[in-house]
């Protein structure tokens, strides 16, 4: 399934990364929003295959500590990754900056990124551990 993740990021990165230079050659003012969930949706299937992964990897009579202890960090960070770039997305509006297309599609990629690089080093340490 890393290989699966890591394909779907890739080509949700290329996708979206296409899609936002398309909308912004569109007259396009006040669209921050759409770029930015353009790049949450960019790694967010990725993340959610290797999260899924990790997640019915952890299930049983005896789960691994890691194994749930990379789940839990994992949607920590996807959910604190959105938080923070939102609130960055907000503070950048507010101040006056009208942060481009390609920030705004770049915080909504940073957003998955943390999350999704731990479910795929869980993975990948437990694929290790087998």
């Given at each position: 399934m890393i290989t699966?993740?890591?394909?779907?990021?890739?080509?949700?990165?290329?996708?979206t990364g296409v899609g936002t230079v398309y909308l912004?050659?569109?007259?396009s003012s006040g669209r921050q929003g759409i770029y930015w969930l353009l790049g949450i949706a960019a790694l967010l299937p990725a993340w959610l295959i290797a999260f899924l992964?990790?997640?019915?990897?952890?299930?049983?009579?005896?789960?691994?500590?890691a194994s749930i202890a990379s789940w839990i960090l994992s949607s920590s960070?996807?959910?604190?990754?959105?938080?923070?770039?939102?609130?960055?997305?907000?503070?950048?509006?507010?101040?006056?900056?009208?942060?481009?297309?390609?920030?705004?599609?770049?915080?909504?990629?940073?957003?998955?990124l943390p999350g999704w690089g731990i479910a795929l080093l869980g993975l990948m340490l437990k694929t290790m551990g087998q």
């Open positions: 699966w993740s890591v394909l779907a990021g890739v080509l949700g990165v290329l996708g912004s050659r569109q007259e992964d990790l997640l019915g990897r952890s299930s049983g009579p005896r789960p691994n500590k960070a996807a959910l604190l990754g959105v938080i923070v770039t939102d609130t960055a997305l907000k503070h950048l509006r507010e101040s006056g900056r009208d942060p481009g297309p390609v920030t705004c599609w770049l915080l909504g990629v940073l957003a998955f």
